[in-house]
């Protein structure tokens, strides 16, 4: 079992930077795409970015390309979103996410575990 807890959510002005922590604990050697989804109120989860474990590809939602970046640190299990130029469209509730197979990064009912979310509102 793998078990996700994100942290780094918050308040910011337009503008502003968050960095947003997920630390997956657990069977984390056999999962090979970690993400990033988010769901602003009244609308769908979407993928905002996620990360092949094992070669590295990125992979990011075109509104979000250029002003976010994933990454992650193996050593600490821990999965990055650093959002930049934050706009009010985006504030919404941010899960990551992991996926045991290759999965269509965007594809939200192709990964097998979730973190409860954190909330980041951007004003």
């Known amino acids: 079992h793998v078990q996700l807890v994100e942290s780094g959510g918050g308040s910011v002005q337009a503008g502003g930077s968050l960095k947003l922590s997920c630390v997956i604990s657990?069977?984390?050697?056999?999962?090979?795409?970690w993400g990033w989804f988010r769901q602003a109120p009244g609308k769908a989860r979407e993928g905002v970015a996620a990360?092949?474990?094992?070669?590295?590809?990125?992979y990011y939602l075109n509104s979000v390309e250029g002003r976010f970046t994933i990454s992650h640190d193996n050593a600490k299990n821990t999965l990055y979103l650093q959002m930049n130029s934050l706009t009010p469209e985006d504030t919404a509730m941010y899960y990551c996410?992991?996926?045991?197979?290759?999965?269509?990064?965007?594809?939200?009912?192709?990964?097998?575990?979730w973190g409860q979310g954190t909330q980041v509102t951007v004003s």
């Open positions: 996410a992991a996926a045991l197979a290759q999965a269509t990064w965007y594809r939200q009912d192709e990964y097998n575990y």
């Open positions: 657990g069977n984390t050697y056999n999962t090979n795409i």
């Open positions: 990360i092949d474990t094992g070669d590295g590809s990125t």
